[in-house]
């Protein structure tokens, strides 16, 4: 009984056997006359075996007492064997049907992704991965989490929707254990996202997640794991090996939140960099250009934007000008997709005219507000500080009992902690924002993600109101978890608003389709080295007047820097693009506006 249907199945099979053998012996000893009547011993064997599979077979028998006793006793088993048969076949099958809708099958897909672990992350993953499949006639996403199967497949179909040609499969199970591992197929997988987990020391899952994708029997396909703490950044490399990706939650969150608090519009570039909608960053060899310097690369190509190289001495973005291009080098650029990326027919058109030679203004000391405080507050303030100049304020307002702490070191900043209730109008009045250029709203780690966002949109809406009423200006740069809350958070007009959750989920999907560009996206969120800012198209081109981004491009390599886009003014405002154009057309003309920015990859 403890070994299951097969082995109930067998010993029906052995009794149903030894019924038939001592029913057959005992008409061949007590009736002898019936067996020539039924083609001998054969004969017999058969019609009891008939009357064990058929109980009913009995109604049609004639012939002796003895014969028929017989024939009614082997029907008698039979009757309890098929039943029993019945009921074994009936719950086998049960749980077995139970069992896949558990999703506790082994998958026998190949060249599919497997995602491990369940966060808010695994939407925006799934959504991404759906659209850069959208070309392929038989993509699928695996995915396996400590959670019900139907569950599983309920939430992604109501969060993502319509997966297009691309098809999910769920599986349940832990991906701390080798055994639940195997149910994925990983041997013949294209890639492994490792997800942080929704729970108590997520990064120690990770870590351990690691381990077992590591000690694994097979081939060991790229595998790209998202860590929210830095400290565990040492453990989580030696627990995956070399060829493991890994993405710092906390640094990569930290770095957006500094960069869109110093330039307005930052975190927009980055998504718009980093989903798969518009540009995207691809790497190309083109034999062509080998021997050409980078500065002659920037015109090369009619339907992509050139933003590096990467040598064998690594990644580097906006490198100088009169860099050449090896003959194994790989350039970096920006298109919509890579199947459009193809070398202009010829130069670039460049309006002489309508190029601006002004000289970029030395940064000030800055004075800025911090709202909020949470685990990541003192990595955003090391960061800030090392971005400002000498003589810069930092004012941290927070009632957050660990407010302040953590802060030894700072070279720039001059930083001042004071008790405050950042949801609360008369606090924020009594701080005097007026003085500050720059505003940072934290979400507060001691509630939960959703209510700390209700809390950061209460705060940015008392902002706005304030800033409506007093007259005053200065940018406001928020952090939030869900993004379901932008839209909310648009009426609040923040100049910025960092979804860390769908950042973080957008660069595991970019790497998890090209594990190559962790180097460019490395360096990219990176202080060191150039860096996207966006900075007034007047200082560029001549405002009020058509010109082509091709002149804009020719202005930007003359003061040593890459564009790669614009932002209009008048469009700020607007959702999904907020005004930002990446890669944008070369040869259309263009009319930009006092307010309008051309986006840079420059050095500070």
Not at 72 to 79: F, K, M, N, Q
Not at 305 to 333: C, E, K, Y
Not at 423 to 450: F, K
Not at 546 to 563: C, I, K, L, M
Request: one cysteine or more; hydrophobic letters at 45%; charged letters at 20%.
């Amino acid at each position: 009984m403890a070994k299951g249907t097969t082995a109930l199945i067998g010993w029906l099979a052995v009794v149903s056997l030894a019924l038939i053998l001592v029913v057959s012996g005992l008409t061949l000893w007590l009736t002898p006359d019936e067996v020539f009547g039924h083609d001998g011993w054969p004969g017999v064997l058969w019609m009891t075996l008939m009357r064990t599979l058929s109980p009913g077979k009995i109604a049609s028998d004639t012939g002796t007492a003895p014969f028929l006793t017989l024939m009614l006793i082997a029907s008698l088993g039979g009757i309890f064997i098929v039943s029993t048969l019945v009921g074994v076949l009936s719950a086998g099958l049960r749980g077995k049907i139970e069992e896949l809708r558990k999703g506790r099958s082994r998958i026998i897909e190949s060249g599919h992704t497997v995602i491990l672990g369940w966060s808010e992350q695994i939407f925006t993953i799934v959504s991404e991965l759906v659209k850069a499949h959208a070309s392929q006639p038989r993509s699928v996403i695996a995915i396996m989490a400590d959670k019900d199967k139907p569950a599983m497949e309920e939430a992604i179909r109501a969060r993502v929707g319509d997966t297009g040609r691309t098809r999910l499969v769920c599986r349940t199970g832990r991906p701390t254990e080798p055994a639940d591992l195997d149910l994925m197929s990983l041997d013949t997988a294209r890639g492994v996202v490792v997800l942080s987990p929704q729970e108590d020391d997520p990064d120690a899952h990770v870590i351990k997640t690691l381990l077992a994708l590591a000690k694994r029997a097979g081939s060991h396909p790229p595998v790209v794991a998202a860590l929210s703490s830095s400290r565990n950044m040492a453990a989580a490399r030696l627990a995956g090996g070399a060829d493991v990706h890994l993405v710092d939650s906390d640094d990569v969150a930290s770095r957006l939140i500094v960069q869109s608090s110093r330039q307005s519009g930052m975190s927009v570039v980055c998504m718009d960099l980093l989903d798969f909608d518009r540009g995207e960053i691809y790497l190309r060899r083109d034999p062509a250009l080998a021997g050409l310097t980078y500065g002659q690369a920037l015109s090369a190509y009619a339907t992509a934007t050139v933003i590096g190289l990467r040598t064998a001495g690594g990644v580097v973005l906006n490198p100088s000008a009169d860099t050449v291009i090896g003959t194994s080098d790989q350039i970096i650029v920006i298109a919509q997709d890579d199947s459009l990326i193809r070398l202009a027919a010829g130069g670039d058109q460049v309006d002489e005219r309508h190029i601006v030679r002004a000289a970029h203004q030395p940064p000030t000391p800055a004075r800025t507000l911090l709202l909020g405080w949470n685990g990541r507050a003192p990595q955003v303030i090391r960061y800030l500080d090392g971005y400002v100049t000498s003589g810069s304020v930092l004012d941290v307002a927070s009632d957050h009992p660990a407010a302040g702490a953590g802060l030894g070191g700072l070279l720039n900043l001059t930083v001042n902690v004071k008790e405050c209730d950042s949801t609360d109008r008369y606090a924020l009045e009594s701080l005097g924002a007026g003085v500050y250029q720059h505003v940072i709203v934290l979400s507060d780690d001691r509630y939960e993600p959703r209510h700390a966002d209700t809390r950061t949109l209460m705060t940015l809406l008392q902002l706005r109101d304030m800033q409506n009423t007093l007259g005053e200006r200065y940018s406001i740069v928020s952090e939030m978890h869900d993004e379901n809350n932008r839209a909310l958070a648009e009426v609040t007009e923040a100049d910025d608003i960092v979804i860390s959750d769908t950042v973080i989920g957008l660069l595991l999907a970019q790497l998890a389709e090209s594990p190559h560009l962790a180097d460019v996206f490395g360096y990219l969120f990176d202080s060191r080295g150039s860096e996207i800012y966006p900075r007034r198209a007047a200082d560029y081109v001549v405002t009020g007047a058509p010109v082509t981004f091709s002149t804009v491009v020719e202005s930007a390599r003359r003061r040593g820097e890459t564009a790669v886009g614009y932002r209009l003014a008048d469009q700020i405002d607007r959702a999904p693009n907020f005004g930002v154009v990446l890669n944008p057309d070369r040869s259309r003309p263009l009319t930009f506006g006092t307010g309008d920015s051309v986006i840079v990859l420059a050095e500070r």
